[in-house]
């Protein structure tokens, strides 16, 4: 085996650990709390932002709409706080604020007058509305919405009886995209541009056909147009990364485009004088990963040109604020950083911890705002922190105005989090960031159980950023691993793409050189190892118990087992097999089964518990039996948990997370290790 090298260990985290106290129970998922979608004023005088709760009985997250006034910090519920409410949107002159909230029905956009408190309902939408955006004016609010639209069946039956109760009519399937992971089987239609007059009315339908357009709405400065991202073309259904920007008149009139390439444009936002428009986008490669780069339109004379910002990173714009500032957001070695970018490129660097709305995982989710004089509203994250509201002003320091989780996390003994790096075990000998959770009153010295626990994607990044599982499973006595092999992002293109058309490979042999430095740091007991991981994490996890019998046991959670049936049976299948492969599986099937789990069947030995949910239309639950029974067919110990409405995510639900956490530390428990002595 290759020697380890470890490199520049200063990536020790101070934050709070929690006071002494009890420790993390499962129970404690429904006392959580965090903050989302932080929205400052135009003044920056005030903030709103989603406060999110578990609600345990009705087993959901509840979201209420809370208002924070900066100058005093206090807050006060604008909104009832066990409802379901998001998106709030202030006006351009900070006097109303809209949202979308369901009361009693469907979701539908409500203003508040901010003076009088007064607030109204301006839809009666039977489908819920998204990515609301005022207009300049403050007259009129942009949406989109999915327009239902019927076709005629295929056979017309005979009348059945009145009071006949007969089975349900077959449906017919001719669609290449019809069903999607959390919606199920789609029903017939396109998502279009609406308006709706912000004193309330009928909404109005601004685009039309058969296009879909999608989340990002910019309106341009004299009203008259809205700036949307979609793909009109006629094989757009064939095309997955390939949208377009373009101009939707209010008032009759060619929809044009403004972006034309074949790769992704999106995520568009105007600049406060009117003339720029700032949006991410790529020139397409067909690359596993590629980084999204940063580009800016001249609405004066229709050119677009890429910011060379000097990161290799990819780059998306979330506000401009006056003076033409752009603010944007971007992930580097694990951390999500907020930065400043001028038109030439220059980058200034705001703050390193946006984070904390993936509460189960340390995915950087996380959202930030500008007001018009640059004061930024952020979701602040740090591994012992879930998401909280952090406000920023220019030239300063951030300051945290929320602290949601005092209550339940400062009672609470937390483990402490570490940030560790070593040498890939490959001929590459790549550098390696992970991160270490110790259990509540690690002692220095003794070797404790450890969990790989290892990230899903593959094209995603773990970082220092507050985990609920991870904190559980260290709760109970185990050391938690997580890291960024090879294929994360975060570490530019080439880093990401070590795995294109080669995954699983060497990313194995960066994930077993971490389990060897904590195991050669005498802090892991080799005897006491243990495996997980969900999706691309669930794949490295039978990847791995095919390659070593190191582990006691191991928890494979939504996992591709055998990439020909993934490919034809995912709900992204149009994606697959372009962007992960060389050919269709039919044309190399070899290759496709050379880098499946399945081809390593018969090398396991490890106790293995599948886990999957039932509605999973990613990596659909065919491919979770496919292992079990392969292992049961080869007499290895395998339990197989299915999880009853779950998609992909299988912890939408905190019932479900408590279920995933008891399922897998119930596995390792059974599977128990000797144990060393040191």
């Known amino acids: 085996m290759k020697t380890l090298h470890a490199v520049g260990l200063s990536l020790l985290f101070a934050a709070s650990v929690g006071h002494a106290g009890d420790k993390l129970s499962l129970s404690d998922v429904f006392e959580l709390e965090w903050a989302s979608d932080p929205q400052i004023s135009p003044d920056g005088a005030s903030i709103v932002y989603v406060r999110n709760a578990m609600d345990k009985m009705s087993d959901v997250r509840r979201g209420g709409l809370w208002m924070i006034d900066v100058r005093s910090g206090e807050q006060r519920p604008i ?49 819920a509305p998204s990515s609301i955006a005022w207009s300049n004016d403050g007259s009129q609010i942009a949406f989109l919405k999915f327009v239902k639209l019927t076709k005629e069946p295929m056979v017309k039956l005979p009348a059945k009886p009145q009071g006949a109760k007969w089975a349900p009519a077959a449906q017919v399937i001719d669609r290449l995209l019809y069903r999607e992971d959390g919606r199920g089987y789609l029903p017939y239609g396109f998502t279009h541009v609406f308006v709706v007059p912000a004193e309330g009315g009928t909404a109005r339908q601004l685009t039309q056909g058969p296009h879909h357009y999608y989340p990002g709405l910019a309106w341009a400065a004299d009203d008259q147009s809205i700036f949307v991202v979609g793909n009109r073309r006629a094989d757009w259904d064939r095309e997955p990364l390939n949208t377009d920007i373009y101009r939707v008149p209010l008032e ?47 609405l004066r004379n229709g050119r677009s040109r890429r910011v060379d910002t000097g990161l290799d990173r990819s780059v998306s714009p979330i506000a401009w604020a006056s003076r033409g500032r752009l603010f944007v957001r971007y992930d580097d070695r694990g951390q999500t950083h907020i930065a400043r970018v001028d038109r030439n490129g220059k980058v200034t660097n705001l703050a390193n911890d946006l984070g904390g709305e993936s509460i189960g995982r340390p995915y950087p989710a996380g959202s930030f705002s500008a007001s018009d004089a640059g004061v930024l509203a952020y979701v602040q994250t740090a591994p012992q922190q879930p998401a909280e509201v952090a406000l920023l002003r220019p030239g300063g320091a951030p300051r945290r105005l929320t602290d949601l989780n005092d209550d339940l996390l400062g009672q609470r003994e937390l483990g402490e989090v570490e940030g560790i790096r070593w040498r890939s075990s490959a001929a590459d000998g790549l550098e390696i960031d992970g991160w270490l959770v110790k259990p509540p009153g690690y002692e220095p010295g003794r070797a404790y159980p450890l969990i790989l626990e290892i990230h899903g994607g593959p094209f995603a990044n773990y970082g220092p950023r507050f985990s609920m599982e ?16 090879r294929g994360s992002t975060s570490y530019g293109e080439a880093f990401a793409n070590l795995i294109h058309h080669n995954y699983p490979g060497e990313d194995f042999d960066d994930l077993m050189a971490g389990v060897d430095y904590l195991v050669d740091q005498s802090m892991a007991d080799p005897e006491r190892l243990y495996v997980t991981g969900g999706s691309g994490g669930g794949v490295l996890a039978a990847w791995i118990i095919g390659k070593t019998r190191r582990f006691q046991a191991a928890v494979v959670a939504k996992p591709v087992i055998n990439w020909i049936s993934f490919t034809l049976t995912a709900d992204a299948y149009t994606y697959f097999y372009r962007y992960w492969f060389p050919d269709t599986p039919w044309n190399i099937p070899e290759t496709y089964f050379a880098r499946s789990p399945l081809s390593l069947v018969g090398q396991v030995e490890t106790p293995t518990m599948i886990l999957t949910g039932e509605a999973d239309y990613r990596t659909p639950i065919s491919e979770s039996e496919q292992y079990y029974q392969a292992l049961k ?46």
């Open 633 to 678: 067919l080869r007499d290895i110990e395998t339990v197989l948990v299915r999880v009853p409405g779950a998609s992909h995510g299988i912890v939408a639900r905190p019932s479900q997370m408590i279920s995933k956490v008891a399922h897998v530390l119930a596995w390792f428990e059974r599977h128990k290790g000797a144990g060393i002595e040191r």
């Open 470 to 485: 991870a904190q559980l499973y260290a709760a109970a006595g185990y050391l938690v691993l997580f890291a960024n092999p």
């Open 79 to 127: 909104t009832p706080t066990d409802g379901r409410y998001r998106s709030p949107r202030y006006s351009p002159d900070g006097n109303k604020l809209a949202y979308i909230g369901t009361e009693g029905g469907a979701a539908q956009i409500f203003v508040r007058w901010l003076d009088t408190g007064q607030v109204a309902q301006v839809t009666r939408l039977q489908q």
């Open 252 to 298: 009759g009139g060619e929809v044009t485009v403004v972006t034309d390439r074949d790769g992704p444009d999106q995520a568009p936002v105007a600049s406060a004088d009117g003339r720029w428009l700032a949006y991410a986008g790529f020139d397409d490669r067909v690359l596993g990963y590629q980084n999204m780069g940063l580009y800016i339109h001249d």
